[in-house]
């Protein structure tokens, strides 16, 4: 089982930037599929952005074009670099990685797009 931990949230204004990451615990993150969910007040759990093992990347058009994932594997983190952010992007931002189906997560982070 991963132990993950995400940091860099915070606040930040409308068409800024921001910069999540979430360090995994394990050497075997390498083999993870690692990804972003987020969840605004009220809303159900959104499935934002995911990278495979190798690499590719899937976005939703909510954030397609302004956010980018990484990997980093020799430092088992992933980042999640935020761009042009809206305030409709206030959320808390769940870190996950999955393994043939089982699924670690984080414990989130804030994210508050405000002036």
């Known amino acids: 089982q991963l132990l993950l931990v995400e940091s860099g949230g915070g606040l930040v204004q409308p068409g800024g930037s921001l910069t999540l990451s979430c360090k995994a615990s394990?050497?075997?993150?390498?083999?993870?599929?690692m990804g972003w969910y987020r969840q605004a007040p009220g809303k159900q759990r959104e499935l934002i952005v995911n990278i495979t093992s190798d690499g590719s990347t899937r976005f939703a058009d909510s954030v397609k074009g302004r956010f980018t994932i990484s990997r980093d594997n020799a430092k088992t983190t992933v980042y999640l670099q935020m761009n042009s952010v809206q305030p409709e992007d206030t959320a808390v931002y769940y870190c996950?990685?999955?393994?043939?189906?089982?699924?670690?997560w984080g414990r989130g982070t804030q994210v508050t797009v405000s002036s």
């Open positions: 394990e050497i075997v993150f390498t083999t993870h599929e």
């Open positions: 996950y990685s999955d393994f043939e189906g089982w699924r670690d």
